[in-house]
């Protein structure tokens, strides 16, 4: 137990202090602001607290990777931006670091094969990792085990991939929002497959799945253990947090919780991401209708009680409403309506409290709606007839997608 404890508390001494790596960074933080290269730490010294790694990548940052120097110093420029200077990767309330055009919902990743007899326990502790983050916010890592036996930085059908890594210089390494391709890679030192009760495989890809969402490490708002030795440039999405994932679980750090996503880690990660609240805790349980509060998430199906008809929130992002007929020679499906929605693909259907059935992008921006807001206690109905309608808590007829007669 304290082996391992002490070998990941020394690697990470050595990646963050990282003395006799380098040149010792010059002056306090508020000495160099005014320097003349206009950012508060110089390219040299950023660079004198980076260690080199057997591949000869630089681990900045405790466990993020640059391949070379050219990527090193775009590191150096995001996290120290000039005065007055607006970067995309800029942490702080102007402009967060996170994934914003939609990936956030298609995180795919492989696992190597050279994991070898560790590589099912690696599988299913990423799937922990993963689930666990997006339990609450809109954001889903995806497997793609077809990319396995090719499962390298090189390989551009997958978002990222989890790969192992010998002498690494941390157990784990990970990956900021807005990297490009070779950069989005999750290695995997030896020593995560020795750990013993302080931690576990999960626990730590929760924490570096964590970095591949835009979360810094929670210390930084306590100024514990290492926080003086990292780069500025972040903001406090929620309060501090002892418990959250991103501390370390070292009484120095303040931390304790090495296993999962904190309550308040999921507050944050609703906040940059949008909640999921809507979608899957909320899919009907039964036929025929849906009432306010309650919803279909992506390739969620809600049939009429007949078995005729059923409304799906199809994988490509459309609503749409078909006619079932099981036959001799297989089923035929007629389409009957759909939200024609097709250019602008939705992350769920939503019928709201409010009396509106909405579809909402991955972001929570509103993609199409029935128009019938302002009718508290209103729900969604899948008639034998075919027809979906809208009633109001008094049964008048709100909306109807005129599908009747079937
Ligand atoms: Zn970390």
Request: net charge neutral; proline share 5%; glycine share 14%.
């Amino acid at each position: 137990m304290k082996k391992s404890k002490t070998f990941l508390r020394a690697t990470l001494v050595m990646t963050l202090v990282c003395g006799g790596c380098g040149p010792a960074p010059e002056g306090t933080e508020g000495d160099t602001l005014s320097s003349t290269s206009g950012r508060a730490v110089t390219f040299e010294e950023f660079r004198g607290t980076v260690h080199q790694d057997s591949r000869g990548r630089y681990i900045y940052d405790g466990d993020m990777v640059a391949h070379d120097l050219t990527e090193l110093r775009q590191a150096w420029e995001r996290m120290y931006p000039q005065t007055g200077a607006l970067t995309v990767n800029q942490y702080n309330a102007a402009l967060d670091a996170i994934w914003r055009n939609g990936e956030q919902l298609n995180l795919t990743y492989c696992v190597s094969n050279a994991f070898g007899g560790n590589k099912q326990a690696v599988v299913n502790a990423m799937s922990t990792a993963g689930a666990a983050w997006g339990a609450k916010a809109l954001i889903n890592f995806v497997y793609v085990p077809a990319q396995d036996a090719n499962c390298t930085s090189a390989n551009g059908s997958v978002f990222f991939n989890v790969s192992p890594i010998s002498g690494g210089s941390a157990p784990a390494t990970a990956f900021y929002p807005g990297t490009l391709r070779p950069q989005r890679t999750l290695d995997l030192d030896a020593s995560v497959f020795n750990l013993q009760g302080w931690a576990t495989l999960a626990g730590i890809l929760t924490h570096e799945l964590g970095h591949t969402l835009g979360f810094r490490h929670e210390f930084l708002q306590s100024g514990m253990c290492y926080a003086g030795t990292e780069p500025g440039g972040w903001r406090g999405v929620t309060p501090y947090d002892a418990g959250s994932i991103m501390n370390y679980p070292y009484p120095e750090c303040g931390g304790f919780n090495s296993t999962g996503p904190s309550t308040t880690d999921h507050e944050g990660a609703t906040q940059l991401y949008g909640s999921r609240v809507w979608v899957n805790a909320s899919a009907p349980t039964g036929c025929g209708q849906i009432l306010g509060g309650k919803g279909l998430d992506r390739g969620q199906t809600l049939w009429s009680c007949d078995g005729r008809f059923y409304l799906n929130h199809s994988p490509f992002g459309i609503l749409q409403l078909a006619k079932y007929a099981p036959g001799p020679g297989g089923a035929t499906v007629q389409t009957l309506w759909t939200s024609g929605t097709s250019g602008q693909p939705g992350y769920g259907t939503y019928m709201q409290p409010d009396g509106n059935l909405v579809i909402y992008s991955g972001l929570g921006r509103v993609i199409w709606h029935s128009g019938t807001y302002g009718n508290p206690g209103s729900g969604l109905a899948l008639q034998n007839d075919g027809n979906l309608v809208i009633y109001s808590p008094q049964g008048q007829v709100l909306w109807t997608s005129g599908t009747w007669g079937h």
